[in-house]
């Protein structure tokens, strides 16, 4: 009997397993973004998707992701930090609203756009979002399904690693 409660158990622990599918909008490293040398780039296209500006407790802005009309890009890079160092980690974040009914287009007035910056480190007073106001955006048509987006910008509240991205992107 006992040797039939240990085989059953066997049974139930070797057959209860969870999907393993994972489906996710991150594209490969981006090899077309230039990223420096001691860090890795990566994209993202969020479809149908807009940015919404929210404040929190302590009066920082930071934009939450809701459903809407538009296309939302996030590029992202990481710096490689020292494994010794629990607090070494380095990362900055933008994150660009494009309308899709007007994907090409041509603008140094960053403050109508939907545009934010992001830094997160071990730098007191000096993470959290930022709104980019300053620079140049463009976004040209490669062919009808691929386009190139040229993002110069600067942020003054903090310093920055990241402040020109130029990649193609596919809206497939």
């Not at 660009?96 to 287009?105: A, I, S, W, Y």
């Not at 007191?124 to 955006?137: A, D, E, P, S, V």
Request: proline residues 2%.
């Amino acid at each position: 009997m006992r040797c039939l409660y240990v085989f059953f158990m066997m049974f139930f622990l070797v057959s209860c397993k969870t999907k393993s599918e994972v489906k996710s909008n991150r594209a490969k490293d981006v090899v077309n973004m230039v990223c420096p040398e001691r860090g890795t780039c990566s994209f993202e296209l969020f479809k149908n998707k807009a940015l919404q500006l929210k404040t929190d407790n302590l009066g920082d802005i930071y934009p939450e992701m809701i459903d809407g009309g538009h296309f939302v890009l996030k590029f992202e890079y990481k710096k490689k930090g020292n494994t010794n160092y629990q607090d070494s980690s380095y990362r900055e974040e933008v994150f660009v609203e494009l309308d899709k009914n007007n994907l090409e287009f041509e603008t140094q007035d960053l403050l109508n756009k939907t545009l934010f910056f992001a830094r997160w480190c071990y730098c007191k007073g000096q993470t959290g979002y930022f709104k980019i106001n300053h620079g140049k955006l463009s976004v040209i048509k490669k062919d009808d399904k691929n386009f190139h987006l040229d993002l110069s910008f600067k942020v003054e509240e903090v310093p920055q690693v990241i402040k020109e991205i130029k990649h193609t992107f596919s809206i497939q």
